[in-house]
């Protein structure tokens, strides 16, 4: 899909130049797309471009691998083979031309249901970074969500979570949650129909499936008989907030259209999975979010795992605009209800009454610092040369550090007066 418009900056200088690049891909090995914004593109080069994204297509659309997966499903389970190195269902007729590859036989029909748990995950940090829902923290979102009411879920890069709404209400017939998944893993095509996924690049809302997949979408977003919708989406960690920001926004002004009266002045719910360092990165967005303590962790991360202390366990939060006293978490895990913050907090996080404000970020008990005016992490101490709480053991270098953008004092780049946000 479309570029994304970027500002190389030297330091020193107000000034930087412009220039295109990939919106998926943040290194230049997986994705060598680059274009100064001022420069002018021969007509060999477009075509070469042409020539390459035809070579880079899928080897299957979406609708023949709807088909394919009907005919695999009605082989024998001795005849449904997967090619792990080509990662897609086999039929006989294929078997020859993968005799040298790697791949799984006598394929069940629970393992068609869990297709995340049949494909790798691409892990790719600065491309994909597909870490999954551990099932813990995909039981507990689900059933929260069937709590508050919602029946259908808008599942942006959430196939775990998609795939526990699909496998229950095929299993279940009282279950009457629908979800849809948008994810840019076209892999998932050959499980799903094109009312259940839509190939979809969330750093620039881009629907490869055209006017059809973005109609799809916005059919299901439409509150039939009064069912809810909610979006739920897990971007990767490394992912501009702003890009992220301006596609989710899209997607709520869909949910706005939808309705005939129009939804007034109001944001279509979501939650919006991500660390909590981003915190001030998201409310500058989305002014109206808040931040939920509960810890969501994952099957294939090293890291990010509940129930770890200190810095080992999962700064992965729950962002979200919905009213926070309605979010119940669970008590044996160690949450409780802040009856002052009227939302429920890990069991570490203790309120402060000059703050009056459960103010832990990571599930310690944070301290207040009366010099900086806010509750810090218990391992900070107040240094009256950077005038700030910072580790103990650190270089007092801040003062003297300027702005990389401009060169000044007294601000970071990200917040620097003289970078243009695009």
Not at 139 to 145: A, C, G, I, S, V
Not at 279 to 300: A, H, K, T
Not at 380 to 391: D, G, I, K, Q, V
Not at 393 to 407: A, I, L, M, Q, T
Request: one cysteine or more; glycine letters at 4%.
């Amino acid at each position: 899909g479309p570029a994304l418009l970027f500002v190389k900056t030297s330091q020193g200088k107000e000034e930087g130049r412009r220039f295109y690049a990939c919106s998926a891909c943040r290194d230049r090995k997986d994705c060598n797309f680059f274009q100064w914004e001022d420069e002018k593109v021969s007509e060999t080069r477009l075509a070469a471009r042409e020539e390459y994204n035809r070579n880079h297509q899928p080897s299957f659309t979406h609708r023949q691998n709807v088909d394919r997966y009907k005919n695999f499903f009605l082989l024998p389970l001795s005849k449904r083979r997967f090619c792990q190195e080509c990662q897609q269902l086999l039929l006989p007729a294929e078997w020859e031309r993968h005799s040298d590859h790697q791949f799984l036989c006598n394929i069940t029909t629970a393992q068609l249901k869990s297709p995340s748990q049949l494909l790798y995950p691409l892990e790719n940090k600065k491309t994909n970074a597909q870490y999954l829902f551990a099932d813990r923290s995909c039981k507990f979102l689900l059933n929260l969500l069937v709590d508050l009411g919602f029946r259908r879920v808008l599942s942006v890069g959430t196939p775990r979570l998609h795939e526990m709404i699909q496998l229950k209400a095929s299993q279940e017939e009282e279950f009457s949650v629908r979800s849809l998944l948008l994810d840019i893993d076209f892999r998932y095509s050959q499980f799903y129909t094109e009312d259940e996924f839509c190939h979809y690049n969330m750093f620039n809302h881009h629907f490869f499936g055209g006017e059809v997949a973005r109609e799809t979408c916005k059919k299901f977003l439409y509150e039939e008989n009064g069912e809810r919708v909610i979006m739920v989406t897990d971007p990767p960690f490394g992912g501009l907030v702003e890009a992220l920001a301006s596609s989710f926004k899209k997607l709520m002004a869909m949910w706005s259209e939808t309705e005939k009266e129009g939804h007034g002045n109001k944001e279509m719910p979501m939650f919006w999975i991500f660390p909590y360092f981003f915190e001030s990165r998201i409310l500058d967005f989305f002014p109206s979010f808040s931040m939920m303590d509960y810890q969501v962790d994952y099957d294939n991360h090293a890291l990010y795992k509940h129930g770890k202390t200190g810095r080992r366990q999962s700064p992965v939060r729950i962002f979200t605009n919905l009213t926070p006293s309605m979010i119940v978490l669970p008590e044996e895990e160690g949450y409780r209800f802040c009856t002052a913050c009227q939302r429920y907090v890990s069991s570490g996080n203790q309120h402060c009454e000059i703050c009056n404000s459960c103010t832990s970020k990571d599930g310690r008990r944070w301290k207040h610092c009366a010099l900086c005016k806010k509750c810090v992490k218990p391992s900070w101490f107040h240094c009256s040369n950077c005038n700030c709480c910072t580790l103990e053991k650190h270089s007092c270098e801040k003062n003297d550090v300027g702005c990389f953008v401009c060169g000044k004092a007294g601000h970071k780049r990200s917040a620097c007066p003289s970078l243009s946000h695009t």
